[in-house]
Every structure is written in structure tokens, then in C-alpha cells.
């Protein structure tokens, strides 16, 4: 079984900044995606960013620009730096893994608020 834990959510000011972090502990078989999604109060699950482990990143157009994500393979740990938030990026922070047998893993997610 493996368990993704995310950490570094919380409150912040509109153009603010934080920093997510997702460690997958556990049977870890080789992980070939990482990434992360969000959920909003009444919205549907969406991606965010993901990565591949060769580093291929790929990132939903409301946080192009703003947005880094990044990952320690031997760590099996991925990173989002998140630059300029916005009130609409208010939402769960969900971390996602996927092996390279077509394994799905998901965190319990992290609380993200953007707010005066």
C-alpha cells in the first residue's frame, strides 16, 4: 500500500505564496506521474500540474505562469510552488500518483485559502 502525505497548505493574502509538498511512503513501486489537483466548494476535481519522471511538466492554464511544480525522484517527493495566488485558487490541494504499471494513489489533500 502506499501513502501520499501533502503538507504546507493554510491561509494566505491575495499575491501571496506557499509551498506544497507530497511524499509517497510505503510499498512504493516505481512512480512514473506525480502531480496535483484541486477541488474547489461546489466545483469538480481539476488538474493543476503534473510531472513525469523525466521531468515532462504539464500545467492547467489558470496557473500557467504562477505555478512550478517539481519533483525529487529519489525522494519520490513532488513539489508546488505557488507564486501570485488568486481568491479562485481557494480549494483542497489533492497529491496523485501513478506508477508505471497504471497504479492510482491519491492524499487526503491539503487546505489552500486565498483571502484579505
Known amino acids: 500500500q502506499v501513502q501520499l502525505v501533502e503538507s504546507g497548505g493554510g491561509l494566505v493574502q491575495p499575491g501571496g505564496s506557499l509551498r506544497l509538498s507530497c511524499a509517497a511512503s510505503g510499498s512504493v513501486l516505481p512512480i512514473n506521474t506525480m502531480g496535483w489537483y484541486r477541488q474547489a466548494p461546489g466545483k469538480q476535481r481539476e488538474l493543476v500540474a503534473t510531472?513525469?519522471?523525466?521531468?515532462?511538466?504539464d500545467y492547467a492554464d489558470s496557473v500557467k505562469g504562477r505555478f512550478t511544480i517539481s519533483r525529487d525522484n529519489a525522494k519520490n517527493t513532488v513539489y508546488l510552488q505557488m507564486n501570485s495566488l488568486k481568491a479562485e485558487d481557494t480549494a483542497v490541494y489533492y497529491c496523485?500518483?501513478?506508477?508505471?504499471?497504471?497504479?492510482?494513489?491519491w492524499g487526503l489533500g491539503t487546505q489552500v485559502a486565498v483571502s484579505s
Open positions: 496523485y500518483a501513478r506508477t508505471f504499471v497504471g497504479l492510482h494513489y
Open positions: 510531472i513525469s519522471s523525466g521531468g515532462n511538466t
